[in-house]
């Protein structure tokens, strides 16, 4: 699959954009276990043009994590123009995403993210203006529709290919559904079968295991997947989903290395923290300490181990590396126990 002339090979699999989640430290871990791109979090257009420092830093990206995309978000098509000329002379990411998904209130509720699912002449305006003002490969991500009512994503494919991007993804949900219920990949299949359409399609939405994403390529045809919740305290399962694309076979990534990831993930995390130069999250360990500890306890690695919420509850409120390094022990001692 490739996107202009980034080869990204056969089935490649992508880290998915998130806020406050796929920072260049995770990003970089991701990419090592296979991620055959990563995203920036989400960027406002209009904080980015008034140079917020928080979104400059988001803007950053490092040469080991290419090739990786900066998602920008906005509402009106001179911001977007702006930011999107910004992100290209300042980060030269490979691809620039714009993002029509994002269902939260302060996104959508303004008409930005998926709001412009409501608005579909502004999307393919905004769409079509970017398209023009930079030389980057210019990509979209959104969702089916704005409810269940109005699931115009075949449409809207063809409309936004028309505007000039090179790549597509949907998350096979609308707006309404935010993060409910299941994601709906008929849709996605259908656009992919669309003979009018010949940009890549990339599908997005619950894949959590190498079958799921074994089944989005082959049942519906897409060309490329991106998993995003499913790397929470999991960033091994690219290498999951690679090797068993790649060979049939399940990868045999024993718990201890696992852990061994957990904790290098934490160091990470701490290190990109330090290195901060804006102020929106301290340039302290207490920062890259808050950012990764959602992720610890969330991990699968610890699901099945008995009265382990305590635990959990711990690990979301631990302030030091030497504190989540200890309650890390105390979990890899309870799972020797349990195996
Ligand atoms: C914490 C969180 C933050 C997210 N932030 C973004 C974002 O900045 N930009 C974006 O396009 N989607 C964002 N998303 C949506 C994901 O990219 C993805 O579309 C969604 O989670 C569905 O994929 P999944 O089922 O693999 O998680 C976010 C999702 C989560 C859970």
Redesign the pocket.
């Known amino acids: 699959m490739k996107i202009r002339d980034i080869d990204f090979g056969k089935q490649p699999v992508f880290l998915?954009?998130?806020?406050?989640?796929?920072d260049p430290a995770f990003r970089l871990l991701c990419k090592e276990f296979g991620a055959e791109m990563v995203?920036?979090?989400?960027?406002s257009a209009d904080a980015l043009i008034r140079n917020v420092n928080r979104s400059l830093e988001k803007i950053r990206v490092q040469e080991e994590e290419r090739p990786v995309a900066v998602?920008i978000?906005g509402r009106d098509v001179e911001s977007m123009v702006e930011a999107a000329r910004m992100v290209e002379e300042a980060a030269h990411p490979d691809v620039l995403?714009i993002?029509f998904?994002?269902p939260v209130k302060k996104v959508a509720g303004k008409g930005a993210?998926a709001g412009m699912l409501k608005n579909i002449p502004l999307m393919l305006d905004i769409t079509r203006a970017v398209v023009e003002a930079v030389k980057l490969p210019v990509t979209v991500?959104t969702?089916l529709g704005w409810d269940h009512e109005n699931k115009v994503i075949v449409e809207l494919a063809e409309q936004l290919q028309d505007c000039g991007i090179e790549a597509l993804?949907i998350?096979?949900?609308t707006r309404s559904q935010m993060?409910t219920g299941e994601?709906d990949w008929t849709l996605i299949g259908e656009v992919k079968n669309n003979p009018r359409m010949h940009i890549p399609i990339i599908g997005?939405?619950?894949?959590?295991s190498p079958e799921k994403a074994k089944e989005a390529f082959d049942r519906w045809g897409v060309d490329a997947v991106?998993?995003?919740?499913?790397?929470?305290g999991r960033p091994w399962i690219f290498k999951e989903i690679r090797t068993f694309l790649d060979t049939g076979e399940h990868a045999q990534l024993s718990t201890d290395w696992k852990l061994d990831v957990l904790r290098r993930q934490i160091r990470k995390s701490v290190e990109c923290s330090m290195q901060r130069t804006d102020c929106a999250r301290k340039a302290t360990e207490l920062g890259g300490i808050i950012h990764v500890r959602r992720h610890l306890a969330s991990s699968p690695l610890f699901k099945g181990i008995p009265d382990f919420k305590p635990t959990r509850i711990r690990m979301l409120r631990a302030e030091t590396m030497d504190e989540l390094f200890g309650i890390l022990d105390e979990a890899a001692e309870k799972l020797r126990e349990n195996a």
């Open positions: 998915a954009p998130m806020e406050d989640v796929t995203y920036s979090e989400f960027v998602q978000y995403d993002n998904g994002c993210g991500k969702r993804t998350h096979g949900r993060y994601a997005n939405g619950d894949i959590d991106m998993v995003g919740r499913a790397t929470f």
